[in-house]
């Protein structure tokens, strides 16, 4: 990390200087990607969550890429909420996997007051295990939030998935504003925002700028920024949209990295349609975050050993779990020792 080249942190960008960081040579962005990165990150490093569906399907919503939606026929199998000991049973895997966070999402436009002493009790079982804990539920309100945060969620995620101009042409039943009121009660409850969108999805270039000047405009910038390439599934309204150019797509990472120097921008769902070449692309971009396990929600991901097979051939490690100041030396210590066993079982010595 250098802080000499530490840029100030900015939440007034205009379309016309995003639009015009879009425009730069490929080159020309990329260094400067990198330049941020390394003032802000060891580049180096990226941090690992593992995703969980503790509740899959039959979402009375109607985003046009997600297979969830009760409203398209993609063959998806419905699941019941998935029971506590079964949610707390994978949260063990996926530490033992070198998982620093779990990550867990329902299918839901909003949690039903009976469904929270669950999702509660799965927050204080994930946490206990010394794991950051995440969840995706859809629409909060200023209760439910905070009933999140006093059970010790750390992050929110709730994407705002596109520009304002293109959102209507993706989801209908739900408002732009509606997603930024849910944003702003988990800010107030003082959790950790975990918000980004989709790319690839027929937007132009201008919505890619509009949705990372949403973003970086925001008081305090999104912790971690999720950056997703459509994965397209059959059944779905888009299933048949075109590629996105992966230019365009490392382009959004860089963008993002620039705009948002202090936030980990997450490369997610469509990493399995990625190859190793773009992947490491996506690094160099700024992405210092990925999630990895068997599933993405419901879209397939690269197997956790290929990923880490990439990571050994990047010479990239794993972002240990940040330990806050409330927490015991004594836990800091357990953790990290259970981070590196975790770690010495998934490396081999190449030098032996
Ligand atoms: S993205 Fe979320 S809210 Fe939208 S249909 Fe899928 S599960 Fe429902």
Redesign the pocket.
């Known amino acids: 990390m250098n802080a000499s080249f530490a840029p100030s942190i900015r939440h007034d960008w205009t379309r016309a200087e995003i639009t015009a960081l879009f425009a730069l040579p490929f080159s020309d962005l990329m260094f400067q990607a990198q330049s941020v990165h390394r003032a802000h990150f060891n580049p180096n490093e990226v941090q690992v969550s593992t995703l969980c569906s503790i509740k899959t399907g039959a ?1 009375p ?3 046009a890429y ?1 297979p ?2 009760a409203r398209y026929d993609t063959g998806l199998e419905r699941e019941k909420l998935m029971a506590v000991e079964k949610v707390i049973e994978e949260a063990k895997a996926a530490k033992a996997s070198g998982a620093t966070r779990f990550c867990m999402g329902a ?1 839901w ?1 909003s949690p039903k007051n009976r469904d929270m002493p669950y999702v509660t009790t799965m927050v204080q079982g994930v946490k206990a295990l010394g794991l950051e804990t995440c969840m995706t539920l ?1 629409m909060l309100d200023e209760a439910q939030a905070q009933e999140l945060a006093d059970a010790g969620l750390d992050y929110y995620n709730h994407n705002l998935d596109t520009s304002p101009e293109y959102y209507g042409e993706i989801i209908t039943t739900r408002t732009y504003q509606d997603r930024l009121t849910t944003l702003a009660n988990v800010r107030k409850a003082g959790m950790k925002v975990c918000c980004g969108g989709i790319v690839g999805m027929g937007e132009e270039e201008s919505d890619r700028a509009g949705l990372l000047q949403q973003l970086a405009n925001m008081a305090e910038h999104p912790e971690s920024v999720p950056i997703n390439m459509l994965v397209k599934v059959g059944g779905t309204p888009l299933e048949n949209e075109a590629d996105l150019d992966p230019f365009d797509f490392i382009r959004t990472i860089a963008v993002a990295r620039i705009l948002m120097p202090q936030s980990h921008v997450r490369l997610s769902a469509g990493r399995e349609q990625m190859n190793e070449q773009t992947q490491a692309m996506a690094f160099l971009a700024g992405a210092n975050s990925i999630f990895y396990g068997e599933k993405l929600l419901t879209t397939p991901n690269p197997e956790a050993n290929k990923d880490m097979q990439l990571f050994s051939k990047l010479g990239i490690k794993p972002e240990a779990y940040e330990v806050h100041e409330d927490e015991s030396e004594q836990e800091a210590s357990i953790v990290h020792q259970l981070q590196e066993a975790a770690m010495d079982s998934l490396f081999y010595n190449a030098a032996k």
Do not use: H, I, L, N
């Open positions: 979402c919503e109607d985003c997600c969830q939606s299918a436009r859809g």
